[in-house]
Nanobody, 124 residues
Framework: QLVESGGGSVQDGGSLRLSCAVSGDTDSGYCMAWFRQAPGKGREGVATLNTNDDSSFYADSVKGRFTISQEHAKRTVYFQMNSLKPEDTGMYYC????????????????????WGQGTQVTVS
C-alpha cells in the first residue's frame, strides 16, 4: 500500500516535498516512481528510483529541479520539488513494482502494480 502526502499550493519558484509511505512487503526491492497528471492531460512519469541501488531517472521537464530519494528506515520515498513552475501543477501519484535488478527503473505507468491515491500540487 502506498500513501502520499505533502501536496499543496505554492507560488512560482517555491518548493514542496512529497512523501510516499510504503507498507506491506518492505523487505523486497522496488522500483518507485512519481507520476503526475496535469488537468486535461495524460499521466506522465517524472522520476523513478530503484530501492535496491538508488539508481534514479528524471524526465527532462524536472531534471535539476526535483530529487527522488528514499529513507529505508521509515519505509518512505520522498520527492523534493524546487523551483516549481505553473506547468508543474497537477495530481502527483506514487507508484511501485517489485524489482529484482540493479539499474534505473522505467517510467511507463503500465509497469507499475501499486498506486497511491494522489496528492494535488498547484503552482501559481
Amino acid at each position: 500500500q502506498l500513501v502520499e502526502s505533502g501536496g499543496g499550493s505554492v507560488q512560482d519558484g517555491g518548493s514542496l516535498r512529497l512523501s510516499c509511505a510504503v507498507s506491506g512487503d518492505t523487505d523486497s526491492g522496488y522500483c518507485m516512481a512519481w507520476f503526475r497528471q496535469a488537468p486535461g492531460k495524460g499521466r506522465e512519469g517524472v522520476a523513478t528510483l530503484n530501492t535496491n541501488d538508488d539508481s534514479s531517472f528524471y524526465a527532462d521537464s524536472v531534471k535539476g529541479r526535483f530529487t527522488i530519494s528514499q529513507e529505508h528506515a521509515k519505509r518512505t520515498v520522498y520527492f523534493q520539488m524546487n523551483s516549481l513552475k505553473p506547468e508543474d501543477t497537477g495530481m502527483y501519484y506514487c507508484a511501485a513494482f517489485r524489482a529484482f535488478f540493479r539499474r534505473a527503473c522505467i517510467s511507463m505507468q503500465s509497469a507499475y502494480d501499486y498506486w497511491g491515491q494522489g496528492t494535488q500540487v498547484t503552482v501559481s
